[in-house]
């Protein structure tokens, strides 16, 4: 094998790892912080269900976003949507057809929508870029590392549709290489331009997703405004800290 | 707005709540030690500061922001001034490429930033409204003030009046003789008026009812009209009620400087309050932020409440001997509008047609808490009860109003002098809400069920030339409309005993 897919081999058994332990490590860190108060922004579900509804709408539609300004919320719901069905597309590289999930991927939907669905994330991305630099509130509050994020994305998904509409790659050794990849037997990677940028980008994708405000993705499902039922006087709710510090009436 | 920052507490003031005196010698490493430990103990803390995209939603949604144009004051803007330092110290990223993320160094100029615009803050939660993940500023800035306040800087405002509220049992310092006449002054002004006998107890055992409110309703105006019209509803509902000497404030003030000590401490006041006085249910009168701290937290700081854990001996022991009939604690207007449905009060709604009103939510009942059985209610109730009183209402633009609704400008402990210039801007975006239905509808009043809104609004009203008598307090209708049982309509016979009085 080449010193190229040696290369490349390791760069994502690398990625990987950051992701998953760097997400993991995250993800426990905050599911283990207590949360002492009950702050849901009211008004709030009072059931389980009702904030499991809650959350659904927050993931699926964005439904404070939309609440609070409707380009953000289009551009960002377009490029967040189509992002989705490019990974189901992407998922026929690393799926054999005995998977659960192929007749899920092999829809006509997703296959076609998702070679277009790199277009949406171009056009969400370029709206949220142009947002970001064109308003002034929101260029205050931009450091470099807002632009670049977007930046990174924007390459992602230009260096996806080149592959798709100019330059076909060859997918049976990709596919061979990324399975080779989960099988822990390595095959040599496509030589490829676009495909080597690509996989360059996505690997550095997931190694500053647990560094990143990319945190954002877990953070919705343990943020106490939304995640909270608002049941406090029925209910009373007291973490162990603070229960340390109960002492009874005669005490 | 640049350089506006609110007078230090004193050092006796600081260390009375456990805090030192004054800007201690090794602030940097103490400030950014307890940052850490709020990041252990806080999850919205550790969250939040990791969350924000800097999508921008919340950017044009904070009252003080749009009063002043501060970039400071948007709430992003307000979170980075601190989330900066946290990326510093506490992440990878901050680390080892600051700039790239806008991570700096805690120096003195940025402490000087936060006691600023941490002051600048009011905690409506407004912003969490509109944040596609719940951030809430609020959070933020509890947390800053209680690193200030751990390096020795606090705010005179709310670290003075806690310490009062310690030694005195209110904000105001009105101790238990004053009480006590100011509410026979109460009855007699009642009295003098309707010809009946209406009492207003204090520390009265076996009683049924203890009624927590801030203390403003003793003296304040408008206040004082609610806490007479609670009393009216009291007396007409046949129930036995008091108020405490001990706790003779709602308000928690603690909640502002972010400390659950402290907090704890001033709402163990009321659990104390109820089990001396034996109480069965305790109720609340109209303030907003401590309705939150009541209806959200005292079970959790004090279990004043239901539904404790049967080994929870702490709690228990209040809670067994609270009826599980009524939530606790219950709201006045909840247990207002009740009366109202099962027409226990005789209203005379004309009594109110000089008045159009219109009715402000305050920040914190509207997204900090809730009234009645479904979400919502605290929207709908205190409408209701001012429909069941007046017969002539109208809102206020739907953007400013219910989860939306703009704060007055002088919550979250900036409801002092010190601040006038940023409670008057802040108050901007309220005021022309209320303006436009000046205009288009001839609103003539703004009802609240807030202290601190009546307080801010008795005096900003003038500078967006509106009278400060606009606002008034939703028992102050409720009073205004009440028919008394055996009332004499303002030309009061003689009480026999006091007949008596007057002729010896």
Same mark, same amino acid.
């Given at each position: 094998?080449?010193?190229?897919?040696?290369?490349?081999?390791?760069?994502?058994?690398?990625?990987?790892?950051?992701?998953?332990?760097?997400?993991?490590?995250?993800?426990?860190?905050?599911?283990?912080?207590?949360? $002492?108060?009950?702050?849901p922004t009211m008004p709030a579900?009072?059931?389980?269900?009702?904030?499991?509804m809650r959350l659904g709408r927050e993931v699926v539609f964005f439904e404070s976003l939309f609440k609070s300004t409707k380009w953000t919320w289009l551009f960002g719901w377009i490029f967040h949507f189509s992002l989705l069905?490019?990974?189901?597309?992407?998922?026929?590289?690393?799926?054999?057809?005995?998977?659960?999930?192929?007749?899920?991927?092999?829809?006509?939907?997703?296959?076609?929508?998702?070679?277009?669905?790199?277009y949406g994330m171009l056009i969400g991305l370029t709206g949220l870029l142009a947002r970001r630099i064109f308003v002034d509130r929101v260029r205050y509050i931009s450091s470099p590392s807002d632009y670049l994020h977007l930046i990174?994305l924007l390459?992602?998904a230009?260096?996806?549709?080149?592959?798709?509409?100019?330059?076909?790659?060859? =997918?049976?050794?990709?596919?061979?290489?990324?399975?080779?990849?989960?099988?822990?037997?390595?095959?040599?990677? $496509?030589?490829?331009?676009?495909?080597?940028?690509?996989?360059?980008?996505?690997?550095?994708?997931?190694?500053?997703?647990? =560094?990143s405000k990319l945190l954002h993705a877990?953070g919705l499902f343990?943020s106490?405004t939304r995640n909270?039922?608002?049941?406090?006087?029925?209910?009373?709710?007291?973490?162990?800290?603070?229960?340390?510090?109960?002492?009874?009436?005669?005490? | 707005?640049?350089?506006?920052?609110?007078?230090?507490?004193?050092?006796?003031?600081?260390?009375?709540?456990?805090?030192?005196?004054?800007?201690?010698?090794?602030?940097?490493?103490?400030?950014?030690?307890?940052?850490?430990?709020?990041?252990?103990?806080?999850?919205?803390?550790?969250v939040y500061l990791d969350s924000c995209v800097k999508c921008g939603a919340c950017t044009d949604k904070c009252h003080y922001y749009l009063g002043t144009k501060d970039p400071k004051n948007m709430p992003v803007g307000r979170q980075d001034l601190?989330r900066?330092?946290?990326?510093?110290?506490?992440?990878?990223?901050?680390?080892?490429?600051?700039?790239?993320?806008g991570?700096?160094?805690?120096?003195?100029?940025?402490?000087?930033?936060?006691?600023?615009y941490?002051?600048q803050c009011s905690q409506c939660r407004r912003c969490s409204v509109f944040c596609p993940y719940g951030i809430d500023t609020a959070e933020i800035s509890?947390?800053?003030?209680?690193?200030?306040?751990?390096?020795?800087?606090?705010?005179?405002?709310?670290?003075?009046?806690?310490?009062?509220?310690?030694?005195?049992?209110?904000?105001?310092?009105?101790?238990?003789?004053?009480?006590?006449?100011?509410?026979?002054?109460?009855?007699?002004?009642?009295?003098?008026?309707?010809?009946?006998?209406?009492?207003?107890?204090?520390?009265?055992?076996?009683?049924?009812?203890?009624?927590?409110?801030?203390?403003?309703?003793?003296?304040?105006?408008?206040?004082?009209?609610?806490?007479?019209?609670?009393?009216?509803?009291?007396?007409?509902?046949?129930?036995?009620?008091?108020?405490?000497?001990?706790?003779?404030?709602?308000?928690?003030?603690?909640?502002?400087?972010?400390?659950?000590?402290?907090?704890?401490?001033?709402?163990?006041?009321?659990?104390?309050?109820?089990?001396?006085?034996?109480?069965?249910?305790?109720?609340?009168?109209?303030?907003?932020?401590?309705?939150?701290?009541?209806?959200?937290?005292?079970?959790?700081?004090?279990?004043?409440?239901?539904?404790?854990?049967?080994?929870?001996?702490?709690?228990?022991?209040?809670?067994?001997?609270?009826?599980?009939?009524?939530?606790?604690?219950?709201?006045?207007?909840?247990?207002?509008?009740?009366?109202?449905?099962?027409?226990?009060?005789?209203?005379?709604?004309?009594?109110?047609?000089?008045?159009?009103?219109?009715?402000?939510d305050?920040c914190?009942?509207a997204r900090?808490?809730?009234?009645?059985?479904?979400?919502?209610?605290?929207?709908?109730?205190?409408?209701?009860?001012?429909?069941?009183?007046?017969?002539?209402?109208?809102?206020m633009p739907r953007d400013t109003i219910k989860e939306s609704t703009f704060c007055?400008?002088?919550?979250?402990?900036?409801?002092?002098?010190?601040?006038?210039?940023?409670?008057?801007k802040g108050?901007q975006p309220r005021?022309e809400a209320?303006?436009r239905?000046?205009?288009?509808?001839?609103?003539?009043?703004?009802?609240?069920?807030?202290?601190?809104?009546?307080?801010?609004?008795?005096?900003?009203?003038?500078?967006?030339?509106?009278?400060?008598?606009?606002?008034?307090?939703?028992?102050?209708?409720?009073?205004?409309?009440?028919?008394?049982?055996?009332?004499?309509?303002?030309?009061?016979?003689?009480?026999?005993?006091?007949?008596?009085?007057?002729?010896?």
């Open positions: 094998m080449s010193f190229l897919s040696v290369a490349y081999v390791v760069l994502f058994y690398f990625a990987a790892a950051v992701f998953i332990f760097g997400l993991t490590y995250r993800i426990t860190k905050y599911a283990r912080t207590p949360a $002492p108060l009950k702050i579900p009072t059931t389980r269900t009702g904030v499991a069905l490019a990974f189901f597309r992407h998922l026929r590289y690393a799926l054999t057809p005995d998977s659960f999930l192929w007749p899920l991927i092999s829809l006509e939907v997703v296959q076609t929508f998702g070679k277009y669905a790199g990174l390459a992602i230009g260096s996806g549709l080149l592959m798709t509409f100019v330059s076909h790659t060859d =997918i049976v050794q990709l596919k061979a290489f990324v399975l080779g990849l989960f099988y822990f037997d390595p095959q040599p990677v $496509p030589n490829s331009w676009f495909l080597l940028t690509h996989l360059t980008l996505v690997a550095l994708l997931l190694i500053i997703f647990p =560094i877990p343990f106490p909270q039922v608002d049941n406090s006087r029925d209910k009373r709710h007291v973490v162990p800290w603070a229960a340390r510090l109960d002492s009874t009436h005669s005490d | 707005m640049e350089g506006t920052k609110p007078f230090f507490a004193k050092p006796d003031h600081q260390k009375s709540l456990g805090f030192p005196g004054e800007l201690i010698e090794n602030w940097h490493d103490t400030a950014i030690g307890k940052m850490g430990d709020l990041l252990g103990k806080y999850r919205s803390f550790q601190l900066s330092v946290y990326r510093r110290y506490f992440t990878f990223a901050g680390k080892y490429f600051p700039k790239l993320v991570a700096r160094d805690l120096t003195r100029e940025v402490l000087d930033d936060w006691y600023s941490f002051h509890m947390a800053a003030r209680e690193i200030l306040d751990s390096v020795g800087i606090g705010q005179k405002y709310c670290n003075e009046i806690i310490g009062k509220c310690y030694t005195i049992g209110n904000n105001l310092g009105l101790p238990e003789p004053a009480l006590r006449d100011t509410l026979e002054d109460l009855e007699e002004e009642i009295f003098e008026e309707r010809g009946v006998r209406v009492r207003l107890p204090l520390d009265e055992e076996g009683a049924d009812v203890l009624l927590i409110t801030p203390s403003a309703d003793f003296f304040a105006e408008p206040h004082v009209d609610g806490l007479m019209g609670y009393a009216m509803v009291f007396h007409e509902a046949g129930i036995k009620w008091t108020l405490s000497s001990y706790a003779s404030e709602a308000a928690n003030f603690s909640m502002f400087i972010g400390s659950y000590e402290n907090m704890k401490k001033q709402a163990e006041r009321i659990r104390k309050a109820a089990l001396d006085l034996g109480v069965k249910r305790i109720m609340h009168g109209e303030c907003g932020h401590a309705w939150r701290v009541a209806y959200s937290f005292w079970n959790t700081l004090a279990g004043v409440g239901h539904g404790a854990d049967p080994n929870d001996k702490y709690a228990q022991e209040l809670q067994q001997r609270l009826d599980p009939n009524f939530p606790v604690p219950q709201h006045i207007c909840e247990f207002t509008w009740d009366l109202i449905q099962r027409n226990q009060l005789n209203l005379d709604k004309s009594a109110n047609d000089d008045k159009v009103l219109t009715f402000h305050s914190n009942v900090a808490s809730r009234m009645g059985d479904t979400p919502g209610g605290q929207f709908e109730i205190p409408r209701k009860i001012i429909q069941a009183v007046c017969n002539n209402y109208v809102d007055c400008g002088g919550g979250g402990g900036l409801l002092t002098d010190d601040l006038m210039e940023v409670r008057v108050a005021m209320l303006n239905v000046v205009e288009d509808h001839g609103v003539t009043n703004m009802a609240a069920i807030c202290a601190i809104c009546k307080s801010q609004f008795a005096k900003v009203l003038p500078y967006y030339k509106m009278p400060m008598d606009m606002i008034v307090s939703v028992h102050q209708l409720v009073r205004d409309a009440l028919v008394l049982t055996g009332q004499t309509n303002g030309e009061a016979e003689a009480d026999p005993d006091e007949a008596q009085a007057e002729e010896s």
